[in-house]
């Protein structure tokens, strides 16, 4: 029956590590500044919190998962905190976000558009 949590924890690792690189190839591949850092703060939460998850389960209840708890909620905290200063700081340095332009006309200007 200890198998089972064993099964579970491996599910969650494997999660969490998919989620951390799709965080990395959405740094590579997102045009701005403000884009490449919320596709990184939201997978590393994500991808983070699944990874201890799947640790916490694996090693079962001891210490060690009381001390998982305690990384996990601090990240938790840190992450989201540390990705909205940077924000903020870019934001006073003058770093502009990259908005669609859609012409300003309200009407899509699409292909078909007269």
């Known amino acids: 029956m200890a198998a089972v949590p064993e ?4 599910g969650f ?7 951390a690189v799709i965080g990395a ?3 590579l591949r997102l045009p701005d500044f403000f884009s490449r850092m ?3 703060g939201i997978t590393d939460t994500l991808g983070a919190g699944l990874i ?3 640790l916490m389960l694996y090693s ?3 210490l060690v998962t009381v001390k998982l708890v305690m990384i996990l909620f601090l990240l938790w905290i840190t992450s989201p905190t540390s990705t909205h ?3 903020k700081a870019a934001l006073a340095s003058g770093l502009e976000p990259e908005l669609a332009d859609h012409g300003g006309d ?3 200007g699409g292909e078909g558009a007269a």
């Open 25 to 27: 190839v959405g740094v």
């Open 106 to 108: 309200g009407e899509s």
């Open 60 to 62: 079962g209840l001891s």
């Open 38 to 40: 919320h596709g990184a």
């Open 7 to 10: 099964w579970i924890g491996m």
């Open 13 to 19: 690792l494997i999660l969490g590590a998919l989620f």
């Open 52 to 54: 201890l998850t799947g």
């Open 85 to 87: 200063a940077l924000a």
